[in-house]
Structures are given as structure tokens and as C-alpha cells.
T-cell receptor
Framework: KQEVTQIPAALSVPEGENLVLNCSFT??????LQWFRQDPGKGLTSLLLIQSSQREQTSGRLNASLDKSSGRSTLYIAASQPGDSATYLC??????????FGTGTRLLVSP | NAGVTQTPKFQVLKTGQSMTLQCAQD?????MSWYRQDPGMGLRLIHY???????DQGEVPNGYNVSRSTTEDFPLRLLSAAPSQTSVYFC?????????FGPGTRLTVT
């Protein structure tokens, strides 16, 4: 059974810092991996999708990498802003589009 | 496009009552699914559908029923609500690989 762990569980940084969120998964037989953002009381917003054949994907200040063989993905956020404060979830896909979620990293960026 | 919509946003039920959570998408996605989110746990898959007329169970299907008569709609039915079903429910849809989530329904069962 796929298990997903996200470290750290919570992170507090001052504005402007570059930061890395970590995600590890136990079953390397994944189709892809998606990173989401969730604001309090809201739904999930897709940030990045990395196909299993890709090593990384970039969108603006966000860069996600994937090392399938070691069961790891990282989300790099450059020049963090208070508006980046949210919970970040990673979810590898096993089976046909079945997402398996970690419990997330709660990020607080202070001005 | 409205994307993925869910109704209601909030609902309170008494134990034993039944209700249907509605989910609709206007992106012509084949794949739709339901997840529940509980404190301290990741989202867990309840049921999913790969197209109209085709549904299957996810990780935590007990107490829930689904059907998919159209591409657009994927309702989730609670047959006899229990306090353990107090949760936030999210519907998602996708075409090939990327999935998109609705805003959620917060359900409380007393």
C-alpha cells in the first residue's frame, strides 16, 4: 500500500527566503506526482504535475523535482511571500488516476 | 468554465439520515472521484468513476454509494449517516493525468 510522508509538518519563515518542502513515498511504481496548495477552509489548487518520466517541472517561483527510484519529490519555492502561506500537499498517482495524499506541510511566511 | 462545483457547502445531519452530496464538472472530464479529509490524515479516496456508467470503490467506500449517469455529474450518497462520517468531502475530476478539485462540502453528523 502506498504511503506518503511530508516533512516538515510545519514551517515558519520570513518573507524572501527560499525553501524546500519534502515528500517521500513507499511505492516507486507511480504514474505521476501532483503538488497541491490548500488554503484554510478551501479546496485544493493544483500547482505542478510531474510525469513519471520527468525529473522536474517549473511554474513561476515553484520548482518540483521527482526521483522515482528513491521515492522522493521536493517542492522548491523561491523568494517566498506572505501569500504563499498555505498547506502544501503532494500526491503520487497509483493505479488509474488514484491520488494518495500525505498529510501536508503547513507553511507560514511572515512579512 | 465553472470547473468542479459542489453543493451544499455545509450540511448538518442527524445519525441515520440520508443525503446526497452533489458534484458537477463542465470540462468534459472522463475521470471523477470523491475524497474525504479528516484532521491529521491525508485525503482518502472513497469512490471513483472512469466514465459514465462505470464506478469503483476506493480506500474507504463503506457507507457511501455513487452512480454516474452523465459525464458531468457524480453524486455521493450517504445511506444512513453516522458520526464517523463527519468530514470534509472533496470531489475531483481529470482527463488524462492532472486532477482538479472542487471547493468541498463540510458535513457534520450529530
Amino acid at each position: 500500500k502506498q504511503e506518503v510522508t511530508q516533512i516538515p509538518a510545519a514551517l515558519s519563515v520570513p518573507e524572501g527566503e527560499n525553501l524546500v518542502l519534502n515528500c517521500s513515498f513507499t511505492d516507486s511504481a507511480i504514474y505521476n506526482l501532483q503538488w497541491f496548495r490548500q488554503d484554510p477552509g478551501k479546496g485544493l489548487t493544483s500547482l505542478l504535475l510531474i510525469q513519471s518520466s520527468q525529473r522536474e517541472q517549473t511554474s513561476g517561483r515553484l520548482n518540483a523535482s521527482l526521483d522515482k527510484s528513491s521515492g522522493r519529490s521536493t517542492l522548491y519555492i523561491a523568494a517566498s511571500q506572505p501569500g504563499d502561506s498555505a498547506t502544501y500537499l503532494c500526491a503520487p498517482t497509483t493505479g488509474f488516476q488514484k491520488l494518495v495524499f500525505g498529510t501536508g506541510t503547513r507553511l507560514l511566511v511572515s512579512p | 468554465n465553472a470547473g468542479v462545483t459542489q453543493t451544499p457547502k455545509f450540511q448538518v445531519l442527524k445519525t441515520g439520515q440520508s443525503m446526497t452530496l452533489q458534484c458537477a464538472q463542465d470540462m468534459n472530464h472522463e475521470y471523477m472521484s470523491w475524497y474525504r479529509q479528516d484532521p491529521g490524515m491525508g485525503l482518502r479516496l472513497i469512490h471513483y468513476s472512469v466514465g459514465a456508467g462505470i464506478t469503483d470503490q476506493g480506500e474507504v467506500p463503506n457507507g457511501y454509494n455513487v452512480s454516474r449517469s452523465t459525464t458531468e455529474d457524480f453524486p455521493l450518497r450517504l445511506l444512513s449517516a453516522a458520526p464517523s462520517q463527519t468530514s470534509v468531502y472533496f470531489c475531483a475530476s481529470g482527463l488524462q493525468r492532472e486532477q482538479y478539485f472542487g471547493p468541498g462540502t463540510r458535513l457534520t453528523v450529530t
